[in-house]
C-alpha cells in the first residue's frame, strides 16, 4: 500500500526531448507538491496544488508544466529538456486544513538528460 | 521570509556514541520544524515534527530534538547511534500560514563508524 508513487522510478533521456513524470497518491489528501533535488541533495520546491489549483509556482521555468487531473495525481510535464534538468524529483502530499499537517514523499524519479 | 541553516554538511559518530545534528532557523510567523531522514537512493522519511505542543519532541528510531524558541534552535539528538542511522538528515521548516510552504535545509550527511 504505497501512500505516495511515482513512475518512472529512473528515467534516462537525450536533451531537447519532451517527458513526464507521473505522481499519484492514496492518502486522501488535498495538496500535493513536487521538489527538484540537486546532485548536491538540496530540496527545493518548484510547485504545489491544492484540490487541482496551482498555488505555489517557485519560478520554475515555463517548460516545466505541472498537471492535476484530479487531487489524488499530479503530474509534471518537462518540454525540451536540458543537461541541467538531471536531478531526483520528488513528489509530496499533504492535508494542509490539519494544523499538523507533514508531508508525505514519493521514493523519488531518478532523471538523466544526455 | 524563513529560513533554515544546517551548521554541518557532515557528521561522522562511532556506533555506539550519541549523535547531534545541528540545525536553527528563523521564521516571522510561529514555526513548524521536522526532521526527515534520507537513507541512499530512498524517498523522504519523517523522523519527528514540532508544532506548538511539548517543546521536546520524540521521533522514529531512538531520534529526539528539543524546539529552543530563544535559540531559535532545532537540534536532533539520538543517544547511540547505530550503523542503519547513516543517512541524510534534512531539517525543515513550515511557516503554517494558509498552505504550506516549507523550506529545507541543505542536509546534513550522518556517517557510522564500526
Known amino acids: 500500500d504505497t501512500a505516495v508513487s511515482q513512475t518512472p522510478k529512473y528515467l534516462v533521456t537525450q536533451m531537447g526531448n519532451d517527458k513526464s513524470i507521473k505522481c499519484e497518491q492514496n492518502?486522501?489528501?488535498?495538496?500535493m507538491y513536487w521538489y527538484k533535488q540537486d546532485s548536491k541533495k538540496f530540496l527545493k520546491i518548484m510547485f504545489s496544488y491544492n484540490n487541482k489549483e496551482l498555488i505555489i509556482n517557485e519560478t520554475v521555468p515555463n517548460r516545466f508544466s505541472p498537471k492535476s487531473p484530479d487531487k489524488a495525481h499530479l503530474n509534471l510535464h518537462i518540454n525540451s529538456l536540458e543537461l541541467g534538468d538531471s536531478a531526483v524529483y520528488f513528489c509530496?502530499?499533504?492535508?494542509?486544513?490539519?494544523?499538523?499537517?507533514?508531508?508525505?514523499f514519493g521514493p523519488g524519479t531518478r532523471l538523466l538528460v544526455l | 521570509a524563513q529560513s533554515v541553516t544546517q551548521l554541518d554538511s557532515h557528521v561522522s559518530v562511532s556506533e555506539g556514541t550519541p549523535v547531534l545534528l545541528r540545525c536553527n532557523y528563523s521564521s516571522s510567523y510561529s514555526p513548524s520544524l521536522f526532521w526527515y531522514v534520507q537513507h541512499p537512493n530512498k524517498g523522504l522519511q519523517l523522523l519527528l515534527k514540532?508544532?506548538?505542543?511539548?517543546?521536546l519532541v520524540k521521533g522514529i528510531n531512538g531520534f529526539e530534538a528539543e524546539f529552543k524558541k530563544s535559540e531559535t534552535s532545532f537540534h536532533l539528538t539520538k543517544p547511540s547511534a547505530h550503523m542503519s542511522d547513516a543517512a541524510e538528515y534534512f531539517c525543515?521548516?513550515?511557516?503554517?500560514?494558509?498552505?504550506?510552504?516549507?523550506?529545507f535545509g541543505t542536509g546534513t550527511k550522518l556517517q557510522v563508524i564500526p
Open positions: 509530496a502530499s499533504s492535508q494542509p486544513a490539519l494544523e499538523q499537517e507533514t508531508q508525505y
Open positions: 525543515v521548516v513550515s511557516d503554517r500560514r494558509g498552505y504550506q510552504k516549507v523550506t
Open positions: 514540532y508544532t506548538s505542543a511539548a517543546t
Open positions: 492518502l486522501g489528501h488535498d495538496t
